[in-house]
């Protein structure tokens, strides 16, 4: 079936560090790919996506590129803030699929 | 943002009482899902439904029922609460693959 294996946290950074949280995939087909997060009490934020080969998702200086030669999607922002400090899921919506599978999720903490 | 509510926001009960949690959203979407969020688990799905009175099974829905009388309400209950089932528990809806979450129901078992 398909699944989604994300980076351990938690992950501590200083401000204006470069992130990179790493999301690879197992999936038949072509499935859309998502980044969501979640800050602490809240719900989960759709934070950006991609539904296709080689398509790049961007929202809030976050981006990933959905690479289908290594199934991957990895997550990556030039300069972090403490307002980044949240819980990041990688998800998947499987061609044919019902459901998204996601990953157990990466907590990210930025210190001034 | 998707217009989602989630009620109760909190709620404590006792093993073996019945609970009902409800989803209500505005914007008309076809899809709704119940997720439950464990600490090492993510987001595990419950049920789902794909229009009015057409719900399926997820990967967890034991001890789960759900109901959706209307397109805006989708109704997740617990017929008889259980420890293992203290969670927060997280509605979402779609049009498409793309879905929507509202804000979760931090519920208690004891």
């Known amino acids: 079936g398909d699944s989604v294996t994300q980076m351990e946290g938690p992950v501590t950074l200083s401000e204006e560090a470069f992130l990179t949280i790493n999301c690879t995939y197992t999936a038949t087909g072509y499935p859309s790919l998502f980044w969501y997060v979640q800050y602490p009490g809240e719900g989960l934020q759709l934070l950006l996506k991609?539904?296709?080969?080689?398509d790049k998702g961007s929202n809030k200086g976050f981006e990933a590129t959905y690479r289908k030669e290594t199934t991957s999607f990895h997550l990556e922002k030039g300069s972090v803030q403490v307002s980044d400090s949240a819980v990041y899921f990688c998800?998947?919506?499987?061609?044919?699929?019902?459901?998204?599978?996601f990953g157990k999720g990466t907590k990210l903490s930025v210190i001034p | 943002d998707a217009g989602i509510t989630q009620s109760p926001r909190h709620k404590v009960t006792e093993t073996g009482t019945p609970v009902t949690l409800r989803c209500h959203q505005t914007?008309?979407?076809?899809?709704m899902y119940w997720y439950r969020q464990d600490p090492g688990h993510g987001l595990r799905l419950i049920h789902y439904s794909y229009g009015v009175k057409d719900t399926d099974k997820g990967e967890v829905s034991d001890g789960y029922s759900v109901s959706r009388s209307k397109t805006e309400d989708f109704l997740l209950t617990l017929e008889s609460a259980t420890s293992s089932q203290t969670s927060v528990y997280f509605c979402?809806?779609?049009?498409?693959?793309?879905?929507?979450f509202g804000p979760g129901t931090r519920l208690t078992v004891l």
């Open positions: 979402a809806i779609s049009e498409d693959v793309t879905q929507y």
């Open positions: 991609a539904t296709k080969a080689d």
């Open positions: 914007e008309n979407h076809r899809y």
């Open positions: 998800a998947l919506f499987g061609a044919g699929s019902y459901q998204l599978t």
